[in-house]
């Protein structure tokens, strides 16, 4: 249908609204800047906390350590999100600025755009696949979550720093001068909106705040009843949620079965448990944090006999290793790594029971890994084999 209008792309000078400007820009971009450096440490954190191989041991104390900069990561990261949109809001009218004709001028602005696709593109894929990790929603079945994240996350943080270094003359200016001063502003950014540029900022740090509120319940008991979005409530037995049950992992007849035995092996030596065997050795009860990547932790008192005392009795030297499996036959971390720290630490328990009560099938029963300042995808359920390396 012809209407008469030419139909042409947007042009810069078609953005008008005077809140389009580096002094809005660079005050939101500061804070995002922050949340990203904090996901950035956290998630550094985090990574190092699952890799199998540690240069300097990850420490076992303060036991709720790893609760507590993975919560942090997780809802620094919700917060960007609120961050991130209205910051590109902001800047979106350069997406259509005309290029400089000289050569070298071209040059470095087709440079400059090519570092600003690097990092917009890398801070979408982050949180969006950070937000589908935590609602533990899996869409893509060719590349390794935990790998790819880490990996974009340095693309990310460094795009971030070629970018700040690039616009840092004219983020000191916007920083050091008012919020309605407009002497960096567009020729065309002249129209007022439906905000001032302080409500406008106001409006942003209150979204971010709410976006933080609504989510921090997984980690923060007290928040539960109103963070709507957070992925975990607390219900499961003993109050700590499920990630998957023994049926998803397909355990619940071995698990069950009056053959369930442990077996702890060292040097060649072997022997085998039955779950009266681990109830009839001095028993331990602490109270200890379990903390999922996806954010959400709770803590609960575990009983059972410390993985030291089960070791000492095929003589296992203390200062090793410990290979640990479960009963489950699939999953990435159904054998995981227990380095000589956690495995001599008193605490780390072989656990029994949840708050005065037999241990729930779902949560590892007949016994599971329980440990310190560990990561909760290495907290192994349904043990089945413990060796000293």
């Known amino acids: 249908m012809t209407t008469g209008t030419q139909l042409r792309a947007p042009r810069e000078e078609d953005f008008r609204s005077h809140l389009r400007s580096p002094a809005v820009a660079a005050r939101v971009g500061l804070w995002?800047?922050?949340?990203?450096?904090?996901?950035?440490?956290?998630?550094?954190?985090?990574?190092?906390?699952?890799?199998?191989?540690?240069?300097?041991?990850?420490?076992?104390?303060?036991?709720?350590?790893?609760?507590?900069?993975?919560?942090?990561?997780?809802?620094?990261?919700?917060?960007?999100?609120?961050?991130?949109?209205?910051?590109?809001?902001?800047?979106f009218p350069k997406l259509f600025a005309r290029p400089p004709k000289a050569m070298r001028e071209l040059a470095l602005h087709a440079a400059e755009r090519a570092s600003i696709g690097v990092l917009v593109a890398a801070a979408i894929f982050q949180l969006a696949s950070g937000i589908a990790n935590a609602a533990q929603w899996y869409p893509w079945t060719t590349f390794s979550f935990r790998a790819t994240h880490y990996a974009v996350a340095w693309v990310a943080i460094g795009a971030l720093v070629i970018h700040v270094a690039v616009k840092l003359p004219i983020i000191r200016h916007a920083l050091g001068a008012e919020v309605d001063d407009t002497t960096q502003d567009r020729p065309a950014a002249t129209e007022p909106g439906v905000l001032t540029r302080r409500g406008l900022l106001r409006t942003t740090w209150s979204a971010a705040g709410v976006a933080a509120l609504v989510t921090a319940g997984s980690a923060v008991p007290l928040l539960r009843r109103v963070s709507v979005l957070g992925v975990r409530s607390g219900d499961g037995p003993g109050g700590i949620p499920?990630?998957?049950?023994?049926?998803?992992?397909?355990?619940?007849?071995?698990?069950?079965?009056?053959?369930?035995?442990?077996?702890?092996?060292?040097?060649?030596?072997?022997?085998?448990?039955?779950?009266?065997?681990?109830?009839?050795?001095?028993?331990?009860?602490?109270?200890?944090?379990?903390?999922?990547?996806?954010?959400?932790?709770?803590?609960?008192?575990?009983t059972g006999p410390t993985v030291r005392d089960v070791m000492r009795l095929i003589d296992a030297p203390a200062g090793r290793d410990l290979r640990v499996e479960s009963l489950q036959q699939r999953g990435a971390f159904r054998a995981t790594t227990l380095s000589s720290g956690f495995a001599d630490d008193e605490r780390t328990l072989l656990a029994l029971g949840l708050d005065g009560e037999t241990l729930a099938l779902d949560h590892g029963y007949p016994c599971r890994l329980i440990a310190p300042n560990r990561p909760g995808v290495l907290q192994t359920k349904w043990v089945a084999r413990m060796e000293a390396l």
């Open 242 to 302: 499920i990630n998957k049950s023994a049926s998803a992992a397909a355990v619940t007849a071995s698990a069950t079965a009056a053959s369930y035995r442990l077996a702890v092996a060292y040097a060649g030596r072997e022997v085998t448990l039955t779950r009266a065997d681990l109830e009839a050795l001095p028993q331990q009860t602490v109270t200890l944090p379990i903390a999922c990547v996806e954010g959400w932790s709770a803590s609960g008192e575990w």
């Open 32 to 91: 995002l800047g922050i949340a990203f450096a904090v996901c950035f440490v956290t998630g550094l954190i985090s990574h190092y906390a699952q890799n199998p191989a540690q240069p300097v041991p990850f420490p076992t104390s303060p036991s709720w350590g790893y609760r507590v900069t993975q919560g942090v990561h997780v809802v620094a990261g919700y917060g960007c999100v609120p961050l991130l949109l209205v910051k590109l809001w902001t800047v």
